[in-house]
């Protein structure tokens, strides 16, 4: 913006004065738009995905409520919405989502409806916690993981903080359902007019659980281009 000062020079500011009399930074990298695969984002906002614990206990649907939290958010470049469990055996931390029902599909649909009317983009972000599952969510079952291994960690229930239990190590047929429950959500998320999927595969969820060396006791089974097998990471657990 050019503006005089004082002694009558023009000089270029980085600001400029909106209709509402408000100052604001021009040319600020932060508010221009950017291309994200098929999503055209007006700034580069992004709401990280933020587990708020704040649904329904029984059937993990989202209501109005966050519809009307997500909407709040709009005018974000991107929303990535709170973590979502594929199925009952993933979910990990009491009063979270779930996408594996139709009833669930349609609350997040409301979710999804209220932040396009905002004019805003959200991804859903897929989930499954594996051995932080504590078994009090589900009727007393043990969680499945990579291998039979606490990871010495704590599940967040109603009541407070509880810590993990030794899960089972799971079958072939364990690892085919999970991997159709994840194919299955996305695209029940695309049908709840999610605007893209993400996949939680940091932290000690199910994904990282397999990828962490010290939560996979299995032998390596991924080689090198050279045929040697690869090292697993072996992360800290926090
Ligand atoms: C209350 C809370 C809930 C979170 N929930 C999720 C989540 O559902 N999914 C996820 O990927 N990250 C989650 N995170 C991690 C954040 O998205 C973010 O990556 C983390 O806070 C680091 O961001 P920062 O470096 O800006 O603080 C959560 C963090 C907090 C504090």
């Not at 503006?3 to 600020?28: C, F």
């Not at 897929?126 to 969510?137: R, V």
Request: proline share 8%; charged share 20%.
């Amino acid at each position: 913006m050019e503006s005089a000062n004082l002694i009558g020079r023009r000089v270029v500011t980085p600001y400029r004065l909106t209709h509402r009399g408000v100052y604001v930074m021009q040319n600020q990298p932060l508010f221009t738009p950017h291309r994200m695969g098929e999503l055209d984002l007006p700034n580069r906002i992004v709401t990280a995905p933020l587990t708020r614990m704040g649904g329904r206990s029984h059937d993990h649907i989202r209501t109005t409520l966050q519809a009307e939290y997500y909407a709040q958010r709009a005018s974000a470049g991107l929303i990535i919405a709170e973590a979502t469990t594929v199925n009952p055996e993933g979910l990990g931390w009491a009063d979270t989502p779930g996408l594996w029902t139709k009833g669930q599909l349609r609350g997040w649909r409301r979710v999804t409806d209220a932040v396009h009317a905002a004019g805003g983009r959200i991804p859903a972000q897929l989930w499954h916690t594996g051995a932080i599952s504590p078994p009090a969510l589900r009727e007393g079952a043990q969680p499945v993981a990579a291998s039979n291994l606490d990871p010495g960690q704590v599940s967040f229930m109603r009541t407070g903080a509880r810590p993990t239990v030794t899960p089972r190590s799971p079958t072939r047929q364990d690892i085919r359902v999970t991997v159709a429950d994840f194919a299955r959500v996305q695209g029940n998320a695309i049908d709840a007019g999610f605007d893209g999927v993400q996949i939680l595969a940091h932290d000690l969820n199910l994904i990282s659980q397999f990828l962490n060396a010290a939560t996979n006791l299995r032998p390596p089974s991924r080689w090198d281009a050279r045929g040697t097998p690869m090292k697993l990471p072996r992360w800290r657990c926090l």
